[in-house]
């Protein structure tokens, strides 16, 4: 692990030029100097290019070994005493999650690769079922990839496939399957983590129970997932995938209720859009796929679908699609929105958080903030909240302090404070989430 710390230092804020150099405390070999790297530029911010927080040294772990030994040493020195660590995946939060001012951040695209597929045995049971373990720090796409050459894939996706495996899992990882087979976090057999104090725990729902539901959807706040076991099915070829718009709400969410109930379609998704650049008036979009092997049976199945809707069939976009395409459809949206700023009011929410900005300090566009929020706001006068309906909690949350976590978690919050103290009680483990103060260790 030592020759893993590298430190960085940066120049008087020379934009995205470091200094690495060697680092004595972990006795780090000599690295390349004055090098500028737009890699180790990266872990000052994020995809949302809001939040910058310097950190003061940035970790490249080969495996866990490396993760645990550099939190052992950091629990067990005082003069280490304001040092937090941030776990990066590939840093696709918006709002400053993956970093640690003044502290570690530690890369996890550097663990060395690792996906293999297994099959196990269900106990007192003819059946099996058939399992990739994928390293923490690997992305989507590329269990994807390595899936679909044994004809097999994971049930519960995203809508973009560059995001690491410990990334979505510490938060849930939702897409249109997530309403048959819930999230991806519900998909997961077993776990690596290392604790913040260090410790290595394979966790499942049968050993370390604790650790596997705090890590799961956990924020990072529990420990750092190295290996995650993932069910697996047969992947289909290939993917009818409709797209429906509506004016109106109330025909859009029956449509989308009855879809649930027949539960007939693979993936299920539902949007809300502007209609326009210049106005506030929004419209509906129902999207699913029906996944198939034999094509006479998904056109049935698409036909029962359409002639159920309240939509016209002749407002329905149908596209057929190979499978690997369907779950890799966002991959060049995303490129072209980060690339070039987007006139489209669709892309709010992607437009928001723009890379396309050639002052980096600089806040994203105000208006598209604005209608991403305006957006938000619809969406909770939708669900009711304090009027008695069903409420909202926000997904990928972004909170300041301590105080509105609470409110976040309500009654969750006295089980999250105690997983906490148990699993990383000194707070060293995603400062960027603004959770936890770092505590000192007592002398
Ligand atoms: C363009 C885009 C599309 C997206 N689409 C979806 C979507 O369809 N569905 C969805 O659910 N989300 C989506 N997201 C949100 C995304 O899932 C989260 O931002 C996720 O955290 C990103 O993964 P990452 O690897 O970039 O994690 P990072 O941003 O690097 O890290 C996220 C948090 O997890 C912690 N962390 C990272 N790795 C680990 C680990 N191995 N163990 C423990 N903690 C860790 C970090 O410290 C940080 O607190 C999208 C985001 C973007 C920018």
Not at 49 to 54: G, H, L, S, V
Not at 76 to 86: G, I, K, L, Q
Not at 191 to 214: A, H, P, Q, R
Request: glycine share 8%.
């Amino acid at each position: 692990m030592p020759s893993l710390l590298l430190s960085l230092q940066l120049k008087a804020l020379l934009l995205h030029t470091f200094v690495l150099f060697l680092s004595s405390s972990f006795g780090a070999h000599p690295l390349p100097t004055n090098q500028s790297s737009s890699h180790y530029a990266n872990l000052t911010t994020d995809y949302g290019r809001i939040i910058y927080n310097y950190p003061s040294e940035a970790l490249q772990p080969k495996g866990p070994q490396d993760i645990s030994q550099l939190l052992k040493s950091i629990s067990s020195s005082p003069t280490r005493n304001n040092v937090t660590v941030a776990p990066r995946g590939a840093g696709h939060s918006t709002y400053g999650q993956a970093q640690a001012l003044d502290g570690t951040v530690m890369d996890m695209r550097s663990l060395t690769p690792y996906i293999q597929i297994g099959e196990i045995q269900l106990v007192a049971s003819e059946n099996s079922t058939v399992y990739v373990d994928a390293g923490g720090g690997v992305l989507w796409i590329e269990v994807l990839n390595e899936t679909l050459r044994h004809g097999l894939t994971p049930r519960s996706w995203t809508d973009y496939l560059y995001l690491t495996v410990g990334g979505t899992l510490s938060n849930a990882g939702i897409s249109g399957q997530a309403y048959k087979y819930g999230p991806q976090i519900a998909n997961v057999m077993e776990l690596d983590v290392v604790t913040g104090k260090g410790d290595i725990v394979t966790c499942s729902e049968k050993e370390n129970s604790e650790l596997f539901y705090g890590a799961l959807g956990g924020l990072g706040q529990f420990g750092i997932i190295t290996r995650a076991r993932i069910v697996l099915e047969p992947a289909p070829q290939r993917v009818k995938w409709a797209r429906i718009p509506y004016d109106d709400f109330n025909q859009f969410a029956a449509d989308e209720e009855q879809l649930i109930k027949l539960g007939d379609v693979n993936y299920l998704e539902g949007f809300i859009s502007f209609k326009d650049n210049n106005s506030s008036d929004v419209y509906y979009t129902l999207e699913f796929a029906i996944y198939y092997n034999n094509e006479g049976d998904a056109q049935k199945t698409l036909d029962q679908v359409l002639s159920q809707s309240n939509s016209s069939r002749s407002m329905a976009n149908i596209t057929d699609v190979s499978y690997f395409d369907f779950l890799n459809r966002n991959q060049k949206i995303i490129e072209v929105a980060t690339a070039e700023p987007t006139t489209n009011k669709t892309m709010a929410m992607v437009d928001a958080t723009s890379r396309k900005t050639k002052t980096p300090m600089s806040r994203p566009r105000a208006e598209a903030i604005g209608n991403a929020e305006s957006m938000r706001m619809e969406v909770r006068e939708l669900v009711g909240g304090r009027e008695g309906g069903m409420g909202a909690k926000q997904y990928l949350p972004y909170y300041k302090d301590q105080n509105a976590w609470k409110l976040h978690f309500g009654e969750k919050w006295g089980r999250f404070e105690e997983l906490k103290s148990r699993f990383d009680p000194l707070n060293i483990l995603a400062p960027g989430q603004r959770i936890f103060q770092r505590r000192p260790l007592e002398s």
